[in-house]
């Protein structure tokens, strides 16, 4: 009896210390609670790209420009339909995946009535749009100037290859930046087959100099070269400390951390294998992807907007030899390079070569540009005008058509006519 009683008395005991456990010194503290771990902050380029600080004009012009690609590839589609200047609405609905929309083609285009003019047809009664004149004029003025800047396209594609490792690059890569490099759309006949005396092609899709880099030792100096020249110059600099540096322009708002301005400084110091230097790279790590920022910074420096997309850089890896991690690299040096993250890609800019979301020095190519993008941005702005003329041209058209008929109607009947004279002759 005693013993169902002891036994009745611990089993309650092990239910009430079940219901409310109690420190025991004999255990280990985790077998009661839990721990709450610290783990050490990644730094990696995902989390750099996270933290960045952000540039708003760039990542406004950034949108802009994807916008004014939208119109352009739109206003591609409709020339290459053989019907006539206009496509129905209809017809356009179905290039939204065509163009990257996510909305409505017929919505989209309706914001921009300065590039694109929406009427209904005069017999099938059905809305249709064709391009305005003054944004197929802007067009016709690009293609007109990209073709009167085509020594200055050979010069680029020179220097690309005197930087390239063997002398050689890929017809493709250059494809894909044909437009930051200011190359016209069918640069392989109209610039590689004609300055055949400057390039040859050692397969279809490889591209080497002819002469090998021997007699262009004036292209042989980068961007960079310039500014330390004048640097050295203008303000009284030693030698030591201009010979590898770069210019550096820290965004508005970036927070300097203890000891980022003594890195900066050493940094800047640090001797590279300069990209159009034949010599073997060194394949100290610090030295190595100081040079990979040389390359990438004469790589844009070359382009006509001071700016290209990231994931095109990696066609250039193995040819230039920044075969590293590109995204790391450029975030590791906020004061060179800007990422946007606008839009469905990233998108690489020099950081000198802007000043408030402008060119500094800007060139034919990139004012052209920056018209049709001023025309896109008026959007509904004065429309008032717009419309206006659009009445002058039908009030002439009209006028035309009535002074031609009325001369038509002096000079004597004709066959085949269907409207009766109401006043005889």
Not at 69 to 88: D, T, Y
Not at 130 to 139: G, M, N, Q, R, S
Not at 397 to 425: C, M, Q, Y
Request: hydrophobic share 35%; aromatic share 8%; proline share 4%.
């Amino acid at each position: 009896m005693n013993s169902l009683k002891s036994l009745r008395y611990s089993s309650i005991r092990e239910v009430l210390t079940h219901q409310n456990p109690t420190k025991s010194p004999f255990l280990c503290p985790l077998y009661f609670y839990n721990q709450k771990r610290w783990l050490k902050p990644v730094d990696s380029a995902q989390t750099r790209l996270e933290n960045r600080t952000r540039d708003h004009r760039l990542d406004t012009l950034i949108a802009q420009i994807r916008k004014l690609n939208i119109i352009l590839e739109i206003s591609r589609l409709c020339c290459s339909k053989k019907r006539g200047p206009f496509v129905s609405l209809q017809l356009m609905s179905r290039w939204k995946n065509l163009v990257g929309l996510n909305v409505n083609v017929g919505a989209f285009i309706g914001k921009y009535p300065h590039a694109f003019e929406i009427f209904t047809h005069p017999f099938r009664k059905n809305l249709c749009c064709k391009i305005t004149e003054k944004f197929k004029v802007l067009i016709d003025e690009e293609e007109s100037v990209v073709r009167e800047c085509e020594v200055d396209a050979v010069k680029r594609v020179k220097k690309l290859l005197l930087m390239s490792k063997t002398g050689v690059l890929r017809v493709h890569a250059l494809r894909l930046i044909r437009k930051e490099l200011g190359l016209p759309e069918d640069f392989r006949d109209s610039i590689l087959a004609k300055y055949s005396s400057d390039f040859r092609l050692v397969d279809l899709e490889t591209l080497e100099l002819v002469d090998g880099g021997g007699e262009n030792e004036s292209l042989c100096v980068a961007k960079v070269e310039e500014w330390r020249e004048v640097e050295y110059r203008e303000k009284w600099l030693s030698e030591f400390e201009t010979n590898y540096a770069f210019p550096i322009h820290l965004p508005t708002g970036f927070k300097i951390e203890k000891g980022f301005r003594e890195e900066l400084k050493n940094w800047q110091r640090v001797p590279y294998v300069k990209p159009y230097e034949r010599k073997e790279i060194s394949r100290g790590l610090e030295r190595f992807e100081k040079r990979v920022v040389a390359v990438i910074h004469e790589l844009l420096s070359l382009t006509v907007e001071k700016m290209v997309e990231v994931e095109r850089l990696a066609h250039f890896r193995k040819d230039l030899g920044i075969e590293v991690n590109v995204r790391e690299v450029i975030l590791k040096h906020p004061g060179i390079f800007y990422v946007s993250t606008k839009g469905s890609t990233q998108t690489l800019f020099l950081r000198e070569a802007y000043s408030k979301g402008c060119l500094i020095e800007p060139n034919p190519i990139y004012n052209v540009r920056r018209k049709m993008l001023d025309l896109v941005l008026l959007k509904t702005r004065h429309t008032r005008k717009l419309l206006q003329t659009e009445d002058e041209t039908h009030e002439e058209e009209k006028s035309r058509d009535v002074l031609t008929s009325s001369h038509e109607d002096w000079e004597g009947e004709r066959d085949g006519d269907w409207v009766l004279p109401i006043l005889g002759k």
